[in-house]
């Protein structure tokens, strides 16, 4: 899991001992440029290190779908050259770029990104006055937590969320 990704994300990534491929989503606070000028390097590393068949599920605020069809546009042709030279077995064609993304806002309420193999990631509103919207996201899992503001002020929701003692929930 990466939360935002800035053009130092994929030359940290490595180093750190976790190889691309096993990057499995991305999520995305807001959207100034040095929050998400890596994401493209970082699609191509993990698809092309990886044989992955599947895109990479990118989360994020609304307006998250302008920028995964961006990057997905501006590597077309690169996704091409890479099938074309490597062949389809080792760069499956359909794991090019970034195949979903989520809407998530709200105000007061969280909204559940991913729930899967007992890992909760919820998005909640952030103030990042003027970039609206922009979420932070909270990590549940085997009975604890992490929360990752972005580049919030200190605002009553964020507290809220970073205090909540079990995950929160999409309903009402
Ligand atoms: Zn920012």
Redesign the pocket.
């Known amino acids: 899991m990466v939360v935002d990704v800035g053009s130092g994300a994929v030359r940290r990534i490595g180093p750190a001992g976790i190889p691309m491929s096993k990057v499995e989503d991305v999520f995305l606070t ?1 959207f ?1 440029s ?2 998400i000028d890596g994401l493209g390097e970082l699609l191509m590393q993990r698809w092309a290190g990886g044989a992955h068949e599947a895109p990479m599920p990118v989360h994020g605020p609304t307006g998250v779908e302008d920028v995964v069809a961006g990057f997905n546009q501006a590597y077309l042709h690169d996704d091409e050259y890479r099938v074309a030279h490597h062949g389809p077995k080792i760069i499956p064609p359909h794991g090019a770029g970034a195949w979903r993304c989520v809407r998530a806002a709200g105000r007061g309420q969280g909204v559940v990104v991913l729930d899967v193999d007992g890992l909760k990631v919820t998005a909640f509103a952030v103030s ?1 006055l003027p ?1 609206t919207p922009a979420v932070g996201y909270r990590f549940d899992y085997l009975g604890r937590s992490v929360v990752v503001s ?2 919030t002020v200190k605002s009553a929701n964020l507290q809220k969320f970073a205090e909540a003692p079990t995950c929160w929930s999409t309903k009402p």
């Open positions: 807001h100034h040095d929050h990042h970039i972005g580049d």
